[in-house]
């Protein structure tokens, strides 16, 4: 069985190498790419970072950047592990996604571990599905946002994704967000290969993501029961059975 991991480059080395000790194929289609954008250091007095993916992190070079002291709130594991590998060794953890996080933040305010008037630095992605900043200003405190990266949509599927849909090759397709899950959508459509990719099973992280595939006319879409890989490959068992 080989599944197609729309997973951008380089986090989809490590679900490539996962699905292949699971005894999978699998093939690389990354439909997003990776484009940092300038970043300077304001020197503003920030109490915290508040972070949705890892990417915002991997378009910088902190070094010895007094953010690192920071104490940084995380949307999950993932971009967690990636904010301790920068430095940063006060990381607080929500579950997965932007409202998690936002409660997450609200918590910590509410327990008095973060002034109600607090300044946060926001370092995010050129495109946001959630205005996280807006609903924590509501809340009184003061979010500064910094776009630190974009993600790029391709214009085609390497040619031997596409040769692998044509063949019938491909079991399953992973996808990661709802611009990714679009993205591939687009790739498709413009490679003529749509009706038979949406014949496949969609796997996707979130019930937000499978809406893009629902809305596009897939019918055999899956939604991970929690906003994580580990929970995105349960989806994938589940749906190819035993």
């Given at each position: 069985?080989?599944?197609?991991?729309?997973?951008?480059?380089?986090?989809?080395?490590?679900?490539?190498?996962?699905?292949?000790?699971?005894?999978?194929?699998?093939?690389?289609?990354?439909?997003?790419?990776?484009?940092?954008?300038?970043?300077?250091?304001?020197?503003?007095?920030?109490?915290?970072?508040?972070?949705?993916?890892?990417?915002?992190?991997?378009?910088?070079?902190?070094?010895?950047?007094?953010?690192?002291?920071?104490?940084?709130?995380?949307?999950?594991?993932?971009?967690a592990d990636a904010a301790r590998a920068a430095g940063f060794d006060k990381v607080m953890v929500a579950k997965g996604n932007a409202v998690s996080l936002r409660d997450l933040v609200l918590a910590r305010v509410k327990a008095?571990?973060?002034?109600?008037?607090?300044?946060?630095?926001?370092?995010?992605?050129?495109?946001?599905?959630?205005?996280?900043?807006?609903?924590?200003?509501?809340?009184?405190?003061?979010?500064?946002?910094?776009?630190?990266?974009?993600?790029?949509?391709?214009?085609?599927?390497?040619?031997?994704?596409?040769?692998?849909?044509?063949?019938?090759?491909?079991?399953?397709?992973?996808h990661y967000s709802r611009r990714s899950a679009q993205a591939f959508l687009d790739a498709v459509r413009a490679d003529g290969l749509e009706i038979s990719a949406l014949a496949l099973p969609q796997c996707c992280i979130s019930p937000a993501v499978a809406s893009v595939l629902h809305d596009a006319g897939a019918t055999k879409v899956v939604a991970a029961a929690r906003p994580d890989e580990n929970a995105l490959l349960e989806a994938l068992d589940r749906t190819l059975g035993p």
């Open positions: 069985m080989t599944i197609l991991v729309t997973r951008p480059h380089p986090d989809n080395d490590a679900t490539l190498a996962t699905l292949r000790q699971r005894g999978f194929d699998a093939l690389a289609a990354p439909v997003l790419r990776f484009e940092p954008l300038p970043f300077h250091d304001d020197d503003a007095d920030y109490d915290a970072v508040v972070l949705t993916s890892a990417n915002a992190l991997r378009a910088l070079d902190l070094g010895a950047s007094r953010l690192v002291r920071l104490p940084l709130f995380a949307v999950g594991t993932h971009t008095g571990e973060l002034e109600a008037s607090a300044t946060l630095l926001y370092l995010a992605g050129a495109d946001l599905s959630r205005d996280l900043a807006g609903e924590l200003t509501e809340n009184g405190l003061t979010v500064v946002t910094h776009t630190t990266y974009r993600m790029a949509p391709v214009a085609a599927l390497p040619r031997e994704v596409s040769d692998a849909f044509m063949a019938n090759r491909i079991t399953a397709v992973l």
